[in-house]
């Protein structure tokens, strides 16, 4: 081997080993985004109000992201080249929020996350209207597969409460809209839409904190140690998440993670069946792996051709793996 071979080895190590910390980055993220959703349902089964629950999950995540980026970035970091679009995503993550809270009341935390999984396949589909994209017939067929894996996930009969599955859907929606919005704001700096998002959230239920804190104070009062820590988490665990997203695609192609992101159908699973023992019934399964082979089938072709991946894709500044 001669020296020029062993330099362009030592050249390519650091090159191989970035994809393979960014996909290590966006495991760790889903893991951490699956511990919000698991903390924000234990509060609520204390009593925690709704607004209440999303008011400390988007404050405390303003005030984490806050502290780490600006000593970083400075406050140039807070200016956006499209406000009002970051304005509309904002708004779009905080309904999504509220909507996947309020289905988590009602359903398990796995079949929650498989319906979420509906939303980037939403997108492709309408994206030859509202990202002016080419009409593709892989990409109806995809959404017409991943729709069959839900409809198994949300059969009658299969357990789920109807007004918990309404939500799912209405979440897979909103969702849906976050990403189309993330693709319009693509051109300012990830960290900046991580702080509107989490401005946006935390102005909206700030102005209502006289009406709903209130009623809240005896709920808030009776919290134990371990309830007051996991509200807290709530926005720890979502500004941590998103930083491991921004991480991740900063370290490897949108391409090479789009598959792993349904890896967070794992740590759901994981993570409802721990805390409460929830676990999937095979039909169930395989709804759920109806969905993610769609998914990830559908990133392939996407791949090969070149064109946008799953989800629009694919990360903080596509919006794929972004979650509220």
């Known amino acids: 081997m001669t020296p020029a071979d062993n330099g362009r080895l ?6 191989a080993r970035g994809p393979m910390i960014g996909v290590l980055l966006l495991v760790l993220s889903m893991w951490t985004l699956s511990c919000l959703d698991a903390s924000g349902k234990w509060v609520m089964n204390a009593g925690v109000p709704l607004l209440v629950l999303s008011w400390f999950r988007y404050t405390v995540h303003l005030v984490l992201v806050l502290a780490l980026v600006l000593p970083a970035r400075g406050l140039r970091v807070l200016r956006s080249n499209k406000p009002r679009e970051q304005l509309i995503r904002g708004g779009s993550m905080f309904l999504a929020t509220l909507m996947f ?24 589909s309408l994206a030859p209207w509202i990202l002016k994209e080419p009409a593709r017939l892989s990409r109806f067929v995809a959404a017409g597969i991943a729709f069959i894996g839900v409809v198994i996930v949300i059969r009658p009969g299969g357990g789920l409460h109807p007004v918990g599955t309404i939500f799912g859907l209405l979440t897979a929606c909103c969702f849906a809209a976050q990403f189309i919005a993330t693709r319009r704001v693509a051109g300012d700096d990830p960290f900046t839409s991580l702080i509107w998002s989490g401005a946006v959230g935390t102005a909206c239920l700030t102005l209502t904190l006289p009406f709903i804190l209130p009623p809240a104070l005896p709920v808030l009062q009776s919290l134990s140690a371990l309830d007051w820590t996991l509200l807290i988490s709530t926005g720890i665990t979502g500004g941590v998440g998103h930083l491991f997203q921004i991480a991740a695609y900063r370290r490897a192609p949108a ?30 399964w395989l709804g759920i792996a109806i969905i993610c082979a769609s998914g990830v089938g559908i990133g392939l072709v996407e791949w090969r051709r070149g064109g946008p991946k799953p989800g629009v894709a694919s990360g903080p500044a596509s919006g794929g793996a972004t979650r509220g």
């Open 10 to 15: 030592r050249a390519s190590a650091p090159a």
């Open 101 to 124: 809270f309020t289905t988590l009341s009602y359903i398990p935390q796995a079949e929650a996350t498989a319906i979420n999984f509906l939303a980037p396949l939403l997108v492709l």
């Open 255 to 284: 391409s090479t993670l789009a598959p792993f992101i349904y890896l967070q159908i794992i740590s759901a699973t994981s993570v409802g069946w721990l805390v409460w023992g929830h676990f999937p019934d095979p039909l169930t």
